[in-house]
């Protein structure tokens, strides 16, 4: 085996924490509270994505507070450490709030309605910073030509968009289905004078 497979140096390099273990595990924590603030402060359209401002603006965050993580240690013990830190914090903090639906709430904040029976909701669109053309870029994603096709249009705490077509009403879909047989059997009646013409 080559010499190298079995010097410590390396070994120690790997292994060997740079920083003290309490401080590898303070630190995500810390950035972990930090980002749930700053993205709760700062709303739900990061989270949404519209535009390639947005994300840029989520990879950049990743990238930068990546430091404050891992400190001056680039060991991979120290970022096993981190890791399972992050993980175990999340883990601790969404079972507490599963327990906790008002603080889940008060964390998460709550559903902007931003469309309502085909109207926009202006002061709504304002306070979540987006522009008509972004919302009916959404709206088009999901399968709508115009806003009039929709009765519902949320954008959710986590930054996805629910939005709900308008359905006909009752009075349409019973004339509808009326015109229908009646359809049939203007057509079934056609028949039948055609084969009594040919007898």
């Known amino acids: 085996?080559?010499?190298?497979?079995?010097?410590?140096?390396?070994?120690?390099q790997i292994f060997a924490v740079g920083v003290p273990v309490a401080e590898k595990i303070l630190r995500p924590v810390i950035v972990y509270g930090f980002l749930v603030v700053i993205l709760r402060v700062f709303g739900k359209r990061e989270l949404a994505q519209l535009n390639p401002f947005d994300l840029v603006v989520l990879l950049s965050l990743s990238n930068t507070v990546q430091n404050a993580i891992i400190g001056n240690d680039n060991s991979l013990t120290g970022g096993l450490i981190g890791a399972f830190t992050l993980l175990a914090v999340n883990y601790l903090v969404v079972r507490f709030l599963f327990r906790h639906r008002r603080l889940d709430q008060l964390f998460e904040g709550k559903?902007?309605?931003?469309?309502?029976?085909?109207?926009?909701?202006?002061?709504?669109?304002?306070?979540?910073?987006?522009?008509?053309?972004?919302?009916?870029?959404?709206?088009?994603?999901?399968?709508?030509?115009?806003?009039?096709?929709?009765?519902?249009?949320?954008?959710?705490?986590?930054?996805?968009?629910?939005?709900?077509?308008?359905?006909?009403?009752?009075?349409?879909?019973?004339?509808?289905?009326?015109?229908?047989?009646?359809?049939?059997?203007?057509?079934?009646?056609?028949?039948?004078?055609?084969?009594?013409?040919?007898?």
Not at 1 to 12: D, H, L, Q
Not at 152 to 168: A, I, M, S
């Open 111 to 199: 559903p902007t309605v931003l469309v309502d029976d085909g109207k926009i909701v202006k002061k709504a669109l304002s306070k979540e910073l987006l522009t008509r053309s972004e919302l009916m870029t959404v709206l088009h994603r999901q399968g709508f030509g115009s806003m009039q096709e929709v009765a519902r249009c949320v954008l959710e705490p986590g930054g996805t968009f629910y939005v709900q077509g308008k359905t006909p009403p009752k009075e349409e879909v019973e004339h509808a289905e009326v015109v229908r047989r009646l359809n049939d059997l203007s057509g079934k009646l056609d028949l039948l004078l055609q084969q009594k013409g040919n007898a």
């Open 1 to 12: 085996m080559p010499e190298w497979v079995f010097s410590n140096g390396m070994w120690s």
